[in-house]
């Protein structure tokens, strides 16, 4: 297919969570950064081909721009994987060569990908042919006893050769084996300046940052030199980081808690309407005033005492009116 020329803007990405990025935290986070790229959980291409695609793919447009992102290691299924995605009409499809499982390894998907950097090129190949958006790779700086410098830049370059242009690339490795996905994730040391060297080496790429990015101030910092940073679990534990970053990149004026929280009142009273259990949504809400008076309140009653509200949006509102109220008669 004759693939659009990609200018997308991707200086503020949410990683894709396990667990964690479905369709009613995306619609959270969307209310913090309007202008973030926003990714689905990873969705295997078995899944895809032999599942539920309502349940699989379903969102609003409101959550929009938003990535697919897809594990597998079968040109011929990612492919057909793709095919069964586009009515659903995400702005890219990602291909998963970062995470290290021990259950996607045995899938022979994620990061054990980065061993095999043909394999991945013809991956990206087959998705490529089935579709007009851009198909994107989510990779670490390497595995186990690869050498960082010539591994990376090898499975970069295959990749790339395939017509890949944009690399999330996690900035420590992964060890398949001795660490736990947990583990992978804070014991490898980041080494955001081999994100940049491959950056300058190969500047007809996009690459954007990924890894340990806590605060806006430290993600405006290391993005210099590549095209933007994604935002893991910081996006999670403390959500308004998002909205502190949307005001330095996009010039965006942060939107207060409270009409946060308002927004996903309305959002929950439709929601629930539709069987959606409550705690389904307040569940990603729960670090909203992290760092404000009533934080603690209100992570209990929404993780606590959601499952008990007769009446959803009201339960956020009013929630949220005692924690401002408490901030208030502090600040005063």
Request: charged share 25%; proline share 5%.
């Amino acid at each position: 297919m004759t693939h659009q020329q990609d200018m997308i803007d991707r200086r503020m990405c949410v990683a894709p969570m396990m667990g964690w990025t479905d369709r009613h935290c995306r619609y959270f986070l969307r209310q913090l950064a309007p202008d973030a790229r926003l990714f689905t959980e990873m969705v295997t291409a078995e899944a895809l081909i032999h599942g539920d695609l309502d349940r699989l793919l379903g969102y609003s447009a409101a959550e929009s721009p938003l990535v697919l992102q897809l594990g597998g290691s079968q040109p011929d299924r990612l492919a057909r994987a793709v095919a069964r995605a586009a009515p659903w009409g995400f702005d890219e499809i990602n291909l998963n060569v970062g995470c290290p499982s021990d259950r996607v390894q045995s899938g022979k998907f994620g990061a054990c990908l980065m061993a095999e950097p043909e394999l991945v090129a013809a991956c990206c190949r087959a998705m490529m042919d089935e579709t007009d958006v851009p198909v994107t790779v989510k990779c670490r700086i390497g595995i186990d006893d690869m050498d960082a410098e010539t591994g990376l830049d090898r499975f970069v370059d295959t990749v790339a050769s395939a017509g890949v242009s944009v690399f999330y690339l996690h900035a420590r490795k992964a060890w398949l084996n001795g660490l736990s996905p947990k583990e992978n994730r804070t014991i490898p040391p980041l080494d955001y300046d081999r994100a940049r060297r491959l950056a300058t080496r190969r500047g007809d790429l996009s690459v954007i940052l990924n890894g340990g990015l806590e605060t806006a101030d430290q993600a405006i910092a290391e993005m210099y030199g590549c095209a933007g940073v994604m935002i893991g679990r910081a996006a999670y534990r403390t959500p308004y980081v998002l909205a502190e970053m949307a005001q330095r990149i996009f010039g965006r004026v942060p939107p207060r808690r409270d009409h946060v929280a308002l927004a996903m009142a309305d959002y929950a009273d439709t929601m629930t309407k539709t069987g959606v259990p409550l705690h389904s949504i307040t569940r990603h809400m729960l670090g909203l005033y992290a760092g404000q008076s009533g934080a603690k309140y209100w992570r209990r009653q929404l993780g606590e005492n959601a499952r008990m509200a007769t009446v959803p949006g009201d339960f956020i509102r009013e929630t949220s009116a005692f924690c401002e109220a408490l901030a208030a008669r502090r600040a005063a």
